[in-house]
C-alpha cells in the first residue's frame, strides 16, 4: 500500500501530540486525593480484579509456558554432549528473564488492558465522568490512579507466581514423561542462580504493568463518539501497550545487561 | 444568581452561540429552550464549566467562572447539582451508594448522619425503600428522581437539568417538573432547565431564555409566552399542528 509522504508526516504528528498529550495528562493523574478512604476502596477493589481476577489465566498459560520450553529445549539438546540438568537451568533463567515479565504483560495487557479502556471509555460515553466532575472530583485521578497503583502492585506478584508455575510445568512436562530425572530437573534449577535476574522480572514487571494500565486509562478517557469509536479504543489500548512493552522490554534487557 | 455576558462559542469555523447575555435568577425555575440544534447543551455545558466560551463571561454572583484557582473552582462546584439527559447514575452502585457518592467524596459526616440525608432525599423524591435497588432494576422515571436526589443531597446553591423529561410518560414528566420546581421554590436554588418539553415551559418555566440558531430570540416569563408576538417562540411553541389548530380555534379562527 503506497502511503504518501504527507499522511506519513500526518501519522507522525499526529503519535507526537498524543504523546504530549499522555504526558501533560499524568500531572492530573497523579494528584492529591479528594478523599484517601475512597481512593483506598478504588484501589482494594482494583487489587482485587486485576489480581484475583488475573489469577486463572496467568496460572493456565504459565503451565504452559514451562511445559512447552521444557520439551523444546529437551529436542534441540537430544543428542548433544549437555548435560540434561541444564535444561532447568534453561527453563528457570528463561522464564525468570523473559516469558514470565513478557508474557504475563502481554496477557494482561489483552485482559486487563481492554477491561480498562472499555470501563472508563462506557463511563465517558455514560456522562458519567462528566458527573463526577461537576461534583468536584478530579476523575483523571479517580479513576485512574488506584488502577495504576493497584497494577504496579500486584502485577509484580502475579509475575512470580507466573515464574513459579512457569517452573512447575516444565517440571510437570518432563519429570512424569521420562524426560529425565526429578533430581536432573531440580539440580538445573539450584544451578549458576544469579539474584540480579530476579531484579531485572521485577523491572520488566513494573514498567510493563504501567503501559498496560496507564496506556489503556488514557485510550478509554479521551473517547469520543459511539460504541463503534469505543471498540476501536480498546483495540487501540491493546495494540499500543502491546507494542509498549515489546519496546521497553527491549530497551530494559539493553540497558540492565550492558 | 448566574448572568452569563456576551457568550460565544465556536467549534472550528462554526460559531454555534452568538453573544448571549442572560441572568439565571435565584428561587425560580429558569429554562433555556429552542430547537435541537440551537446551542441549549452548549450553553448548558459552559454555564456548568465543561466548555469553555470562545469569548465572554460566567458569574456565579460575585465570582467570575473563568478567573476562579483550583480550591476556589472545587469549592464552587460543590455548591453546583446536576441532573443529566441520561441520568449518569453509577451501574456498579446502587440508590444508597449513588446518592452517597458526593457525601462519600467530599464531606467527613458519619455514616449515621449521611444514611439520614440519603434517607431524607429520598423522601423527597418519593423513593423511600429504593436503598438497595440497582439502576437497572428501576424505571426511567424512578432513575430520574434518584438523579435529582443525588444533585440535592449535598444542598446545593444551583442546580442544573439536562432535558430532565426525555424519555418520560407526560405525567411522569410533570411529577419531575412539579418536584424540580418545589425544590427549587423551598431552598432557593437557583435551577436551570434545558428543555424543548412544552409543558415544562408553560408549567415551571418562570425564566425563560429562547434561543435561535445560536442568538437569544426572546426572554421572559410562562405568563407572556402566549401573548408575545415573537414570530420565533410562536413558531416554536405552536411548532405541532395540533396546537396551531388549537390556538386558530381559540382565535375564533
Known sequence: ?258 | MIRIQDIRKSFGDVEVLKGINFEFEAGKNNLIIGKSGAGKTVLLKILIGLFEPTNGSVWYDQQQLGGLNKDQLKALRMQIGMLFQGNALFDSMNVEENIRFPMDMFTAMTAKEKQDRVDLCLERVSLEGSNLKYPSEISGGMQKRVGIARAIVLQPKYLFCDEPNSGLDPKTAITIDELISTITVDNNITTVINTHDMNSVMEIGDNICLLNQGKLAWKGGKEEVIDSENEVLQDFIFASPFLKKLKARALGG
Not at chain 1, 513459579?164 to 514423561?177: D, E, N, Q, W
Not at chain 1, 520488566?204 to 469520543?224: D, E, M, N, R
Not at chain 1, 469505543?230 to 530494559?252: E, H, K, M, P, W
Open chain 1, 1 to 258: 500500500m503506497f502511503v504518501s509522504c504527507k499522511d506519513k508526516q500526518k501519522m507522525i504528528s499526529s503519535y507526537l501530540e498524543h504523546l504530549g498529550k499522555f504526558v501533560l495528562w499524568q500531572r492530573n493523574v497523579y494528584n492529591k486525593p479528594e478523599n484517601w478512604r475512597m481512593y483506598y476502596k478504588e484501589f482494594v477493589r482494583q487489587l482485587y480484579d486485576i489480581g484475583i481476577g488475573s489469577l486463572p489465566i496467568i496460572a493456565l498459560i504459565s503451565v504452559f509456558l514451562g511445559a512447552v520450553t521444557v520439551i523444546q529445549f529437551y529436542y534441540q539438546m537430544e543428542g548433544t554432549l549437555i548435560p540434561p540438568y541444564y535444561i532447568g537451568y534453561i527453563v528457570r533463567d528463561m522464564t525468570i528473564i523473559e516469558l514470565a515479565p513478557t508474557f504475563t504483560c502481554l496477557v494482561l495487557a489483552g485482559k486487563v488492558g481492554s477491561n480498562i479502556a472499555s470501563e472508563i471509555g462506557g463511563m465517558r460515553q455514560k456522562e458519567h465522568i462528566d458527573a463526577m466532575e461537576i461534583m468536584g472530583v478530579n476523575t483523571s485521578a479517580y479513576l485512574v490512579m488506584p488502577k495504576v497503583l493497584a497494577a504496579l502492585f500486584i502485577i509484580p506478584m502475579l509475575v512470580c507466581v507466573s515464574a513459579l508455575i512457569s517452573i512447575m510445568g516444565g517440571y510437570l512436562a518432563s519429570v512424569p514423561t521420562g524426560l529425565f530425572t526429578s533430581a536432573e530437573y531440580i539440580l538445573g534449577l539450584r544451578s549458576f542462580f544469579i539474584p540480579y535476574n530476579v531484579f531485572m522480572m521485577f523491572v520488566k514487571a513494573v514498567v510493563f504493568a504501567f503501559i498496560l494500565t496507564s496506556v489503556p486509562a488514557y485510550q478509554g478517557y479521551f473517547v469520543k463518539g459511539g460504541s463503534i469509536e469505543l471498540g476501536a479504543a480498546s483495540t487501540r489500548a491493546v495494540v499500543f501497550s502491546d507494542i509498549l512493552i515489546l519496546l521497553a522490554d527491549y530497551l530494559i534487557a539493553l540497558v540492565l545487561t550492558a
